[in-house]
C-alpha cells in the first residue's frame, strides 16, 4: 500500500517563475492538504482540497492555489515566486469525517534564486 | 491567533537518558498529534490524542493530553540514537476540519551514543 507521494523531490526556479507541485494520497484516502515548511520552522497549513473543492485556507496570498483531481490526486501552482517562497512544500491526506490525522508525504524542496 | 509553543526548542541527551517535550496553547484543540520528522523528509504521526486528560504509550514513548485540552507532553525513557529527530505538535481546531493542523516549531533532539 503506497503512502503519500510527491513529485518533483526538489526543484530550483528564479524569481517570478511559476511552479507545479504534485501529490498523490493515501490509498483510502479522500482529502489532501498542502503545508509549507520553511527552514527551522514547523508546516504551516496553505489549504485542504475535498471533492475536488477548496474547503480551508491559510493564510497564505493568492499566489497559491491548487486544483484536485477525481482520482484525489492535487496540484499546488505558486506564481509569480518570490525569494521567501523556498520552502519544503508538505502534501498531507486523509479520510473526511474521521480522525483528525493526516499522513504527510516526503514533500517537494523548492529553492528560488 | 491560535498558537502552540514547544519547548525546548534544541534538546542533546547521552544515550540512556530520560527526557519530556512539552507543547502549550492558550487555546483549546479537539485533539493533538506529535510528529517525528528527519531532514528532508516529511513528519510521520506517531500519535492522536483526542480526550483530555488521555495517555498513550508506544514502547518507550508516552504522550499525555493536557485536562484542559491546551497542552500535551511527550516523554521518551531511555533514549537512543535512532530517537534523533525533529519533534513536532500539531493541533486540531474545535470546528474545524482534520485540514487545519496547527503546528508548533519542533523540538529538535539529538541523542548521543
Known amino acids: 500500500d503506497a503512502g503519500v507521494t510527491q513529485s518533483p523531490t526538489h526543484l530550483i526556479k528564479t524569481r517570478g517563475q511559476q511552479v507545479t507541485l504534485r501529490c498523490s494520497p493515501k490509498?483510502?484516502?479522500?482529502?489532501v492538504s498542502w503545508y509549507q515548511q520553511a527552514l527551522g520552522q514547523g508546516p504551516q497549513f496553505i489549504f485542504q482540497?475535498?471533492?475536488?473543492?477548496?474547503?480551508q485556507r491559510g493564510n497564505f496570498p493568492d499566489r497559491f492555489s491548487g486544483h484536485q483531481f477525481p482520482n484525489y490526486s492535487s496540484e499546488l501552482n505558486v506564481n509569480a515566486l518570490l525569494l521567501g517562497d523556498s520552502a519544503l512544500y508538505l502534501c498531507?491526506?486523509?479520510?473526511?469525517?474521521?480522525?483528525?490525522?493526516?499522513?504527510f508525504g516526503p514533500g517537494t524542496r523548492l529553492l528560488v534564486l | 491567533t491560535q498558537l502552540l509553543e514547544q519547548s525546548p526548542q534544541f534538546l542533546s541527551i547521552q544515550e540512556g537518558e530520560n527526557l519530556t517535550v512539552y507543547c502549550n496553547s492558550s487555546?483549546?484543540?479537539?485533539?493533538l498529534q506529535w510528529y517525528r520528522q528527519e531532514p528532508g523528509e516529511g513528519p510521520v504521526l506517531l500519535v492522536t490524542v483526542v480526550t483530555g486528560g488521555e495517555v498513550k504509550k508506544l514502547k518507550r514513548l508516552t504522550f499525555q493530553f493536557g485536562d484542559a485540552r491546551k497542552d500535551s507532553s511527550l516523554h521518551i525513557t531511555a533514549a537512543q540514537p535512532g530517537d534523533t529527530g525533529l519533534y513536532l505538535c500539531?493541533?486540531?481546531?474545535?470546528?474545524?476540519?482534520?485540514?487545519?493542523?496547527?503546528f508548533g516549531k519542533g523540538t529538535k533532539l539529538s541523542v548521543k551514543p
Open positions: 487555546s483549546v484543540f479537539s485533539s
Open positions: 490509498s483510502g484516502h479522500d482529502t
Open positions: 498531507a491526506s486523509g479520510r473526511w469525517g474521521e480522525e483528525e490525522t493526516q499522513y
Open positions: 500539531a493541533g486540531s481546531v474545535y470546528g474545524g476540519s482534520q485540514g487545519n493542523l496547527i
Open positions: 482540497y475535498y471533492e475536488e473543492e477548496e474547503r
